[in-house]
């Protein structure tokens, strides 16, 4: 009997800075049995750098921490990751998403992040309602660059 190759993480954490490395390091431990390029484990762990750091930053109100989820789930060599917080939400998604916009001017970000996500990964998706929160969704499937260096567990 073949064993199915699905597999699903869930991980929940409060909303603090020092929680984006840990965001790293989980995305990659769950993608290396999949035996990423260099460059896919890269871009993975920018896009969900990125959203995470978009929870973190713009989620929660500065009067109290929140927390961001974390879901990944892997059908043999395709991935889907999706970050979200329960947070103040989104007004205008699509502005949102335009580059160089950011809701916080004053921490001088550079408002790339839902840009930076959309390059590296096969697939983005934003949802948010203002109150309630925002889900990011993400795909990627390995093996798309046969060139590139492959990671060794």
């Given at each position: 009997?073949?064993?199915?190759?699905?597999?699903?993480?869930?991980?929940?954490?409060?909303?603090?800075?020092?929680?984006?490395?840990?965001?790293?390091?989980?995305?990659?431990?769950?993608?290396?049995?999949?035996?990423?390029?260099?460059?896919?484990?890269?871009?993975?762990?920018?896009?969900?750098?990125?959203?995470?750091?978009?929870?973190?930053?713009?989620?929660?109100?500065?009067?109290?921490?929140?927390?961001?989820?974390?879901?990944?789930?892997?059908?043999?060599?395709?991935?889907?990751?999706?970050?979200?917080?329960?947070?103040?939400?989104?007004e205008n998604v699509e502005q949102a998403m335009e580059p160089l916009y950011t809701s916080?001017?004053?921490?001088?970000?550079?408002?790339?992040?839902?840009?930076?996500?959309?390059?590296?990964?096969?697939?983005?998706?934003?949802?948010?309602?203002p109150g309630k929160g925002t889900k990011v969704t993400m795909t990627k499937s390995l093996?798309?660059?046969?060139?590139?260096?492959?990671?060794?567990?």
């Amino acid at each position: 009997m073949r064993r199915s190759s699905t597999n699903i993480c869930e991980i929940s954490f409060p909303a603090l800075s020092e929680n984006e490395s840990f965001a790293r390091m989980a995305v990659s431990a769950f993608v290396m049995p999949g035996n990423p390029t260099l460059e896919e484990l890269s871009d993975i762990k920018t896009a969900i750098s990125e959203a995470v750091t978009n929870a973190i930053l713009h989620g929660y109100n500065q009067d109290g921490i929140g927390k961001v989820h974390m879901r990944f789930e892997r059908e043999e060599d395709s991935f889907t990751f999706m970050v979200w917080d329960e947070g103040v939400g989104i007004e205008n998604v699509e502005q949102a998403m335009e580059p160089l916009y950011t809701s916080r001017p004053e921490l001088e970000r550079s408002g790339m992040g839902f840009s930076f996500m959309e390059a590296f990964m096969d697939s983005l998706a934003v949802e948010s309602e203002p109150g309630k929160g925002t889900k990011v969704t993400m795909t990627k499937s390995l093996g798309t660059n046969a060139d590139a260096s492959v990671c060794d567990e």
